[in-house]
């Protein structure tokens, strides 16, 4: 789970605004993304307070309680759908009218029944042939490197309905 990235955009920012408003590299911040909260520099917990213009206390509070709690990084749009795929997270929420693209993309991949008795009645051999095709289809085809990347990333998640306004997509080898 990337944790800065989820605290700062439900701050309304980005690491780049991090690295923008402070100085602090965009290196140090793509690190320290990766890490928990405990190990983030006094520094870096200072320039994240600076950017969210908040005290040093509040944003060091906020994210031990971020880090307690399962964080999903909220998705509104490609660019953000783009970015959690890049930080390869876990659990992702796809929010309000993004939703409908995320359906239609969804729609093109077969259901877990299918694919099991597929895999099954082939001996795996299947899906070393499905992504073959796949993959071949994808490059010849004429979307654009974001759709492609989408549609491919998307098919590593499940989708699950939430609620009316809200899906989660997470890895599907955090079933097994």
Do not use: P
């Not at 989408?150 to 989660?168: A, C, Q, T």
């Amino acid at each position: 789970m990337s944790l800065l990235d989820v605290y700062l955009q439900k701050n309304g920012k980005k690491r780049y605004d991090v690295f923008k408003q402070t100085g602090i590299s965009q290196q140090m911040l793509a690190a320290v993304n990766k890490k928990n909260v405990s190990s983030y520099s006094v520094k870096t917990i200072q320039a994240i307070a600076e950017t969210v213009e908040k005290s040093e206390g509040t944003v060091l509070d906020e994210l031990l309680q971020l880090e307690k709690n399962t964080a999903y990084f909220e998705v509104y749009n490609t660019e953000d759908l783009l970015l959690a795929f890049a930080n390869k997270e876990s659990h992702i929420l796809i929010k309000e009218d993004y939703k409908k693209e995320i359906e239609e993309l969804a729609k093109t991949q077969l259901s877990e029944t299918e694919t099991l008795g597929l895999e099954l009645g082939s001996s795996g051999t299947i899906y070393i042939l499905g992504e073959i095709f796949y993959q071949l289809a994808l490059k010849l085809s004429n979307k654009n490197t974001d759709q492609k990347k989408l549609e491919n990333d998307i098919r590593k998640y499940k989708l699950m309905k939430l609620n009316e306004k809200e899906y989660l997509l997470y890895y599907k080898h955090l079933d097994y």
